[in-house]
C-alpha cells in the first residue's frame, strides 16, 4: 500500500514500475516486523543465490549480517558515473558528462522489464534528521534487500520520512535503482542534478547503490546547496568538548579511505583524557553545512550511519569504530570467522581464522591464505553500522540546526611536501587549499592504488557541476560568512621518512594537532608565518608521552616547508588550472589564480 498522497511520488513510481515492470510492489514503511520479514527472506536464500546474506552469531554479533558482492562490484566506478545536464559546461571537466536525453534513450532498455520476477521496493528515507530545516527527502526504488537493509541503517527511513512532504511537493530526490545482472559491461551511475534524479543500474556496492549516500547527499545536494545558499561536502563533523565543559566543532575533508572516519572517532591520548578532553562524533562522511541565524556557518550529518573501512580498523587504531560494530551491522565483503560465526578483516587482530571464508567465497585456512599474498577481506571491504551504536556519538547528532563549526580542516595522502599541519591566510587562501588537495588514490574507487592525483575539497568524485563554479561557490560562502567563517586549515598525517616508514604516529595522537587549531581558532597559539600559510612553532604542539617516538629531528620533518618542492608544488597547479580545468571547460575563479601569484612571489622572497 503507497505510504503517501503525495502525487508526484505517485506518478513517479508509476512509471517507473510501468518500466520495470516488477512482479510486486512493496512500500518500505521502516517497522521492525517488516525488516524482520525482509531479513529472513534475504538470508534463507539458497548458498550459491548472488544476493545471499548470512546472519552471524547472535550472541557475539547479535543482528549482525554478512555479505559478499560480486569481485567487479566492490567499488565506486568513477569511469562509469555521470552528472548528466543539459549543457555540457555544466558538468565541467571533473565529471563524465552526457545529454540526459541521450542517457534516458541508452539506458531505458537496460531497465525496460529488468525487475520482471523480481519484486520493488520503494524506501522513502530523510537525509537529515526528520524536520531538520537543513534535511531532505528521498525515495530510493530498488530490487535489493540488501539496499534497502542498508539505507534502514544509512538513513532515517520509512514513513515518518514522507511526514514534511505534504501531498503536492515536488521537493524530493527521485532514485531508482536496479542491480539487473550486475553486468559491469552495462554498469551507469547516473545524476541527473536539474531533475533532482538518480539512475543506478548493474551494481550492488555501497557507494554506487545506496543513492542516499555519495549519490544524492554530495552530488546532487551540492548542486543544490550552490542554487540554494548552502554546502555539501565530503566532511566529517566532530566535537571537542575542552576541560571547561565548551565543545568546539571542527569539520574535515579528506579523500575515500583517509582516515574521515578514524578522526571522527578519535580517542584523545591518556594526557588529554587526563585533563578532561572529550571527542564526539556528529559525522564521519558526510556535512551539510548552511549560515545560521547568528551568521556562523552550521553543520549536520545528513547519514544515520557509518558506512566505513573496515581493514585497519582493530581495539587500536579505533576502538569506537570497532564498538559500532558489535550489534545490528552489516558487513561486507571481509572474511567469514567459521569458528565462531563471526568476521574477520586484516589488521582485526593477529589471529585470522584457520576455517575462513575468503570475500569472494571460498573456504580457506586463514594464515596460509594470508602467507600465500593474499587477503582475506577485500581491501574496499566495510560495515555499515547504527550512528546510535557510536560509544561518542554527539548529544547534537539529532539536533535540526546542526552544530557551528569553527574550523574546516582539508587533507590527504602526501608522502612528502605537505607538513603536518598548516592554516591559511584567510577563506580565499584556504579556498585555494581545498582546491589544492591532492592525495595518493585508495581502494574505494576502482583503479589503481597509490598513484597521487588532485582531488580538490576532497569532492573530485563528488562535486556534481562544474569544478569552477563550486570554487566559486566556496568563494561566495567565505564572504557571506565575513569574520565569523570557520578558520581553514590543512594536516597531512602520511609524511614519509626515506625507508617509507610515516612520521607521524597518528590516529588517537592527531588530537594534539586538533589542540592546535583549536587554539588558533580561539586565537591562544601563536604561529611561524610561512610562504604556504600559518606553522605551529614547535614548542606549540604538545608532544608529551610522544617525545621518543617524535624527536626534534623528526617534528622538524614534519613542519619542513621546502622551498624547491614548494615551487614544484606551485607550477602542477598552475598546470592543473590552466589544462585539466580552464581548457577542459572550468572557470577558474581569478582570485584562486591570484593566490598562485602569492604564494609563488612568497616563495621567491
Ligand atoms: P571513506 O569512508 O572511504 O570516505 O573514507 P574515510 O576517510 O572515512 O577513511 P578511514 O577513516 O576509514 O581511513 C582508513 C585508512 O586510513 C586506513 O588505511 C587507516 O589505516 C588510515 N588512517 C586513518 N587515520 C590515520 C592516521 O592518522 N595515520 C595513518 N598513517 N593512517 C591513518
Ligand atoms: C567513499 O568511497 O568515499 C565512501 C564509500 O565513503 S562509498 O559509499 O562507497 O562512496
Ligand atoms: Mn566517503
Same mark, same amino acid.
Not at 362 to 391: D, M, Q, W, Y
Not at 443 to 450: F, H, S
Given at each position: ?28 514503511? &521502516? ?16 548458498? &550459491? ?98 539496499? !534497502? ?25 527521485? &532514485? ?13 551511475? !547516473? ?17 554506487? /547503490? ?40 571542527? *569539520? ?38 548552511? %549560515? ?32 559500532? *560494530? ?25 589471529? %585470522?581464522?584457520?576455517?575462513? *571464508? ?5 573456504? !580457506? ?18 560495515? *555499515? ?18 552544530? %557551528? ?99 607521524? %604516529? ?6 594534539? /594537532? ?92
Amino acid at each position: 500500500m503507497a505510504l503517501t498522497n503525495n502525487k508526484n511520488v505517485l506518478a513517479w513510481v508509476d512509471e517507473m514500475v510501468a518500466l520495470t515492470k516488477p512482479d510486486q510492489v512493496v512500500w518500505i514503511d &521502516g517497522s521492525k516486523e517488516q525488516l524482520d520479514a525482509l531479513t529472513e527472506e534475504v538470508t534463507s536464500l539458497p548458498e &550459491g543465490n548472488r544476493d545471499k546474506m548470512y546472519k552471524l552469531n547472535p550472541d557475539k554479533l547479535p543482528g549482525c549480517l554478512y555479505h559478499r558482492t560480486l569481485p567487479n562490484d566492490v567499488a565506486r566506478v568513477e569511469d562509469r558515473t555521470f552528472i548528466c545536464t543539459k549543457n555540457k559546461e555544466d558538468a565541467g571537466p571533473t565529471n563524465n558528462w552526457m545529454d540526459p536525453e541521450e542517457m534516458k534513450a541508452k539506458l531505458t532498455p537496460l531497465y525496460d522489464g529488468v525487475m520482471k520476477g523480481r519484486t520493488m521496493y520503494v524506501i522513502p528515507y530523510s537525509m537529515g534528521p526528520i524536520g531538520s530545516p537543513l534535511a531532505k527527502v528521498g525515495v530510493e526504488l530498488t530490487d535489493s534487500i540488501y539496499v !534497502v537493509l542498508n539505507m534502514n541503517i544509512m538513513t532515517r527511513m520509512g514513513v515518518d520520512a514522507f511526514k514534511n512532504l505534504g501531498d503536492v511537493s515536488n521537493d524530493f530526490v527521485r &532514485g531508482l535503482h536496479s542491480k539487473a545482472d550486475v553486468d559491469p559491461e552495462n554498469r551507469y551511475i !547516473v545524476q541527473f542534478p536539474e531533475e533532482n534524479t538518480i539512475w543506478s543500474i548493474n551494481s550492488a556496492y555501497g557507494g554506487n /547503490v545506496l543513492l542516499g549516500k555519495k549519490c544524492f547527499a554530495l552530488r546532487i545536494a551540492s548542486f543544490q546547496g550552490k542554487n540554494e545558499g548552502w554546502m555539501a561536502e565530503h566532511m566529517l563533523i566532530l566535537g571537542v568538548q575542552k576541560p571547561n565543559g565548551e565543545t568546539v566543532y571542527i *569539520t574535515a575533508a579528506f579523500p575515500s579511505a583517509c582516515g574521515k572516519t578514524n578522526l571522527a572517532m578519535l580517542i584523545p591520548p591518556e594526557g588529554y583524557q587526563k585533563d578532561g578532553y572529550k571527542v564526539f562524533t556528529v559525522g564521519d562522511d558526510i556535512a551539510w553545512m548552511k %549560515p545560521g541565524k547568528d551568521g556562523r556557518l552550521y553543520a549536520i550529518n545528513p547519514e544515520n550511519g557509518f558506512f566505513g573501512v573496515a581493514p585497519g580498523t582493530n581495539e587500536k587504531s579505533n576502538p569506537n569504530a570497532l564498538a559500532c *560494530t558489535r550489534k545490528n551491522t552489516i558487513f561486507t565483503n571481509v572474511a567469514l570467522n567459521n569458528e565462531d560465526g563471526t568476521v574477520w578483516w586484516e589488521k582485526l587482530d593477529k589471529n %585470522p581464522p584457520v576455517d575462513a *571464508t575468503e570475500w569472494k567465497g571460498a573456504k !580457506v585456512n586463514g594464515p596460509e591464505f594470508i602467507a600465500e599474498g593474499n587477503t582475506l577481506a577485500h581491501p574496499n571491504s566495510r560495515f *555499515t553500522a547504527p550512528a546510535e551504536n557510536c560509544p561518542c556519538i554527539s548529544p547534537e547528532f539529532n539536533n535540526p540546526e546542526g552544530v %557551528p563549526i569553527s574550523a574546516i580542516v582539508f587533507g590527504g595522502r602526501r608522502a612528502s611536501t605537505t607538513p603536518l599541519v598548516y592554516q591559511s591566510f584567510d577563506w580565499t587562501h584556504g579556498t585555494y587549499m581545498g582546491s589544492a588537495v591532492s592525495s595518493e588514490t585508495t581502494a574505494a574507487a576502482t583503479g589503481a592504488v597509490g598513484v597521487l592525483r588532485h582531488d580538490p575539497m576532497a569532492m573530485k568524485p563528488f562535486i556534481g557541476y562544474n569544478v569552477g563554479d563550486y570554487w566559486a561557490h566556496w568563494l561566495e560562502m567565505g564572504e557571506k560568512l565575513g569574520d565569523k567563517a570557520p578558520k581553514i586549515f590543512n594536516v597531512n598525517w602520511f609524511k614519509q621518512d626515506e625507508e617509507g616508514n610515516f612520521l607521524w %604516529p597518528g590516529f588517537g595522537d592527531n588530537m594534539r /594537532v586538533l589542540d592546535w587549531i583549536i587554539k588558533r581558532c580561539e586565537g591562544k597559539a601563536d604561529a611561524v608565518e610561512t610562504a604556504i600559510g600559518y606553522l605551529p612553532k614547535k614548542e606549540d604542539l604538545n608532544l608529551t608521552g610522544i617525545e621518543d617516538e617524535v624527536t626534534p629531528a623528526i617534528l622538524d620533518k614534519l613542519l619542513a616547508v621546502d622551498t624547491d618542492l614548494w615551487k614544484k608544488e606551485i607550477a602542477e597547479m598552475r598546470r592543473y588550472y590552466q589544462d585539466d580545468i580552464a581548457a577542459k571547460g572550468g572557470k577558474v575563479p581569478a582570485e584562486l589564480m591570484a593566490e598562485l601569484d602569492k604564494i609563488e612571489a612568497r616563495l621567491n622572497k
